[in-house]
């Protein structure tokens, strides 16, 4: 068949990517006579240049009737492969990646430190950055090549007393010091302030630029406060603890409700008991959490061979998961997940505050309702009208906080559904009178129930069963 005529049988199409090429039939008759050659010329002279399908093409020509009836693919290009993305490699080993306790194959979890002091010198390399590489170009079947792609590249998160070279492929240590990982990963390198022994009157409160080591217990009344970690080998008791950083607390918290301990990243401790904890990331206990107010922006995990949460208020914005939630006596202990325990407050306040302004301006218009008869009726003197004017202006502007504070609710409420995440595993017991919330639903454990999970689904809080 001449080359022309393949034109009224068939027709081929490119994909809008340009990474393959169909043939169909336009028609077929008995005439239809093509040899693997034409047909690749015909190919060709539509553009389709590259990764030609040749047996596919012999195929068509030496069974035509099994190939006239659907859509053939002939030709496949190849896409670039995506480049490696660049990263960060440090010295050495700064922190767990992950800040979560790592679980054995038996199931118990090895409560390794959250916050590792690592010791360096001025001048010391802290950490490279390793480029991001290209991948491999692609070509089209048009036999257009697609160019190579570059992976993301890396950027150090500079912190307090390190510096990068010109390149910015290197972090240096500018002072002697811990490294010490804050909020947002930075990268920080901290002088130490060590106390040998208690934080009583003897030593005072601390107020630390750096990374704070107790050798003993922090009494009650007293403040520690540091930009860097804050690592206590003791106990405290109802202290003001806060730190840019992590805090672990070897001995345990018994607060008697006084103080609070406040963390930008992780708070790690054997036990808490009547006391407000906060941390940024990761609330991590090996025995107890009793009576306590605790809510952490990512996880409480409380898993150790007690694993115990009972009593109080615990907050978790993806995770708590314990051995043993409740006890027999059916204390009443609520585990919220599923939001930030800031937006739940904050959804509060607004609430409030929109009742007040709501208030505030149904006696401005009562006010202003008087005022505006009175005008009709010319009898306003200049005090009056100018009182009317600041009603008036006091009245736009307490509607506009009013549609700003309904907004900002409607965005919280808008969070509270967001619960996919979410979820409160026990891998022991929970016993009754222990109430479950996940974002905007609530749930009474009324009976004990052994190794569950519970998260959202459709509207409702279920329990599935707990596969550790």
């Given at each position: ?48 240049v590259y ?54 194959e ?5 409560f ?24 491999s ?6 036999g ?13 998160k ?29 990268v ?41 970690d804050?690592?206590?080998i ?46 940024g ?30 009593g ?13 939630i ?40 009562k ?9 009709a009726?010319?009898?306003?003197n ?7 004017i ?79």
């Open positions: 068949m001449e080359d022309h005529l393949l034109e009224t049988y068939l027709r081929i199409q490119i994909s809008a990517d340009k990474l393959s090429a169909f043939l169909t039939f336009n028609r077929i008759t008995e005439d239809f006579d093509c040899t693997p050659g034409q047909l690749e010329r015909f190919v060709r002279s539509k553009g389709v990764g030609i399908r040749t047996s596919v093409l012999s195929e068509i020509c030496s069974n035509t009737l099994a190939y006239c009836k659907e859509q053939t693919i002939i030709a496949v290009g190849h896409p670039a492969t995506p480049g490696k993305d660049g990263s960060i490699r440090y010295a050495y080993e700064l922190q767990d990646k992950s800040q979560r306790p790592a679980e054995l038996d199931g118990k979890v090895d390794k430190e959250v916050s590792r002091l690592k010791n360096v010198k001025r001048g010391q390399l802290i950490a490279e950055r390793i480029e991001a590489m290209f991948g170009s692609g070509m089209m079947v048009t257009d090549e697609i160019p190579a792609k570059q992976g993301k590249q890396a950027r150090f500079v912190g307090k007393n390190v510096v990068v070279n010109e390149t910015q492929t290197a972090m240096y240590a500018l002072i002697d010091g811990l490294v010490t990982i804050t909020d947002k990963e930075k920080n390198v901290f002088p130490v302030y060590e106390v040998n022994g208690d934080v009583d009157y003897r030593v005072g409160n601390i107020d630390f630029v750096g990374t704070v080591v107790i050798r003993g217990n922090v009494l009650s009344g007293f403040r520690v406060k540091a930009s860097g804050i690592r206590v003791g106990g405290v008791e109802g202290a003001e603890m806060e730190s840019e950083g992590s805090i672990e607390i070897t001995g345990g918290i018994m607060a008697g409700n006084k103080g609070y301990i406040k963390a930008q990243k992780n708070v790690k401790s054997s036990f808490i008991q009547d006391s407000n904890v906060i941390a990331e990761d609330v991590l206990v090996s025995q107890s959490i009793m009576h306590s107010n605790v809510r952490a922006g990512r996880n409480v995990v409380c898993q150790g061979a007690k694993g115990l949460i009972v109080g208020s615990i907050q978790a914005v993806e995770q708590v998961s314990a051995r043993v409740g006890n027999t006596m059916s204390t009443a202990t609520a585990i919220e997940v599923g939001v930030r325990p800031e937006s739940r407050s904050e959804l509060q306040e607004l609430r409030l505050k929109l009742r007040q302004h709501m208030d505030a301006i149904d006696k401005t218009s006010a202003l309702a008087i005022l505006d008869q009175q005008a009726m010319d009898q306003l200049d005090q009056k009208m100018a009182m009317r600041k009603l008036g202006a006091t009245r736009r502007q307490t509607t506009a906080e009013i549609d700003q504070i309904r907004e900002r609710i409607l965005e919280i409420e808008k969070t509270l559904e967001d619960t996919d995440k979410a979820k409160v595993d026990v891998s022991h017991t929970v016993y009754g009178g222990i109430k479950i919330v996940i974002g905007r639903y609530t749930r009474f454990i009324k009976d004990p129930v052994q190794r569950v999970s519970f998260r959202y689904s459709e509207g409702d809080i279920v329990q599935l069963p707990l596969f550790t």
